[in-house]
């Protein structure tokens, strides 16, 4: 499966008629690891998200859900209670989060 985050890279990219060999200098990195990166082969690291946000004139939160996204489903793609799972987090990240109030 493709990941969400690659895709949305990949489409800002050719939205703005940015070739691989372009934004991958930005990035410290080579075309075929960015390639791969759009492809979901590769994950991206956390803190480049920012600098490809500038480079693509994308909203920085919205890359950054999607990576995390990613980040998750990789994690319990395979797992017969994903979703069960998901939701328990789901509610502790509610709970954390009205405790700080």
Same mark, same amino acid.
């Given at each position: 499966?493709?990941? #969400?985050?690659?895709?949305? $890279? &990949?489409?800002? &990219?050719?939205?703005?008629? !940015?070739?691989?060999? =372009? +934004?991958?200098?930005?990035?410290?990195? *080579?075309?075929? =690891?960015?390639? @791969? $990166?759009?492809?979901? !082969? &590769? #994950?991206?690291?956390?803190? #480049? $998200?920012?600098? $490809? %946000?500038?480079? !693509?004139?994308?909203?920085?939160?919205?890359?950054?859900?999607?990576?995390?996204?990613? =980040?998750?489903?990789? +994690? +319990?793609? *395979?797992? @017969?209670?994903?979703?069960? %799972?998901?939701?328990?987090?789901?509610?502790?990240?509610?709970? @954390? @989060?009205?405790?700080?109030?």
């Amino acid at each position: 499966m493709e990941s #969400q985050f690659g895709e949305k $890279i &990949r489409a800002l &990219r050719e939205q703005q008629h !940015l070739y691989l060999r =372009q +934004v991958a200098p930005l990035l410290e990195m *080579d075309t075929a =690891q960015l390639s @791969k $990166i759009e492809k979901g !082969l &590769r #994950q991206l690291k956390r803190e #480049q $998200i920012p600098t $490809i %946000a500038h480079i !693509l004139k994308a909203n920085e939160d919205e890359l950054l859900t999607l990576w995390l996204a990613d =980040q998750i489903y990789a +994690v +319990v793609k *395979d797992e @017969k209670l994903a979703n069960e %799972a998901i939701q328990v987090t789901e509610e502790k990240i509610r709970f @954390k @989060k009205s405790k700080k109030k």
